[in-house]
């Protein structure tokens, strides 16, 4: 039913404007009914920050920015989900055009500026699909005119602690002027007191909920050292390597597009983002799970993600060239890799080619 619904459908999103592809294909998961998804093979199962994953592959934040559509992702074979960017206020975001393909190089650039519907109406949707169980973490983002963005995390945390299996805090993208200085070092540390706190302060009425920093493929390895310091110190349960990159590989084809202002995703990502992904494990030295996104369209691509120190592996942007049939690909042949193998859990290659990667010289 997935490859004849690619089949389908692929050819016809592509040919349209990708904003207006991105709606429809909201739409028609909303309308569509999907049936219950097949068990995954134990071998994929994973546990981390507290959680039980079904498999290690995530929609990763962007696509369900208002949390229309979780459940049915989670029945196309995602092992968890997360919605968002969610910001206090509604938002608009950034003026059309504001997304972008580069199709010779299965890439996208992105300039969203953390559109979506607000707090109040994401929780309602939230609500209403609590008890259907499946990972469903959220993405949290300040408004772009928020007097104290640190607060806005707050906020949402104490509005979104019910419903949530874990927290993002987002201050890694780029479309928000100055969001990404709050990765410096004791910015880091006051946004991160402050959101663990609220967090454990509403723990007793609303459970324990993991709480995840997501941060930039642009960091120089001082300001990683800083950020994976802060993080540590603070006790975060986890780490999100990484978002899109303000970088334009010299390997781009499409040098128009490539012109456009907004953070890079796709295939051209792949290399810097597993390098950041490999340096970060080496400094976590094992104090909490990572989560490896960027440029993942393939098994071979999700399988360098957990060799170089991710736990878990997101995905989006290969979406719209490979379809969702991508999902059980991957899935099939991580499955394959630990039967060849003769081994019972990812968990036993996690960060298995981090040392050897972080040796290497920098990716272009």
Do not use: C
């Amino acid at each position: 039913m997935i490859r004849a619904f690619d089949v389908m459908t692929l050819p016809l999103l592509r040919r349209l404007d990708p904003e207006q592809a991105h709606r429809l294909a909201i739409a028609g998961l909303r309308m569509v009914p999907l049936p219950r998804r097949a068990a995954d093979d134990d071998k994929l199962a994973v546990r981390a920050f507290g959680l039980d994953f079904p498999n290690p592959i995530g929609m990763a934040a962007g696509f369900d920015k208002n949390a229309e559509v979780p459940d049915a992702l989670l029945r196309l074979g995602f092992g968890f989900v997360e919605i968002g960017s969610v910001t206090p206020r509604p938002q608009s975001g950034n003026p059309l055009p504001r997304l972008f393909r580069l199709e010779e190089d299965s890439a996208v650039i992105n300039r969203m500026g953390f559109n979506n519907d607000g707090g109040e109406a994401v929780l309602r949707r939230l609500a209403q699909r609590a008890q259907r169980g499946g990972i469903v973490g959220v993405n949290l983002g300040a408004n772009k005119d928020s007097a104290d963005r640190t607060q806005d995390y707050v906020a949402l945390i104490e509005m979104f602690a019910p419903v949530a299996s874990y927290f993002t805090v987002n201050v890694s993208s780029p479309n928000t002027p100055g969001l990404r200085n709050l990765q410096q070092a004791d910015a880091l540390g006051d946004l991160l007191a402050r959101a663990i706190e609220a967090r454990d302060r509403v723990q007793q009425s609303a459970g324990p909920t993991p709480l995840l920093l997501k941060i930039a493929p642009d960091l120089t390895l001082s300001e990683l050292d800083d950020v994976v310091h802060v993080a540590r110190a603070r006790g975060v349960d986890g780490m999100i390597v990484s978002n899109t990159t303000l970088s334009r590989p010299a390997s781009l084809r499409d040098k128009t597009t490539a012109q456009e202002q907004g953070g890079l995703s796709g295939r051209p990502l792949l290399r810097l983002s597993t390098r950041m992904l490999a340096e970060t494990y080496v400094r976590a030295e094992g104090a909490f799970p990572l989560i490896g996104v960027g440029g993942v369209d393939s098994g071979g691509a999700a399988l360098m993600k957990i060799r170089a120190g991710a736990s878990l592996v997101q995905l989006y942007s290969a979406l719209i060239y490979r379809g969702i049939g991508l999902v059980e690909s991957i899935k099939a042949d991580l499955l394959s890799t630990l039967r060849r193998t003769g081994r019972d859990s990812l968990s036993e290659i996690v960060g298995a080619d981090a040392a050897m990667i972080t040796a290497e010289d920098w990716p272009d």
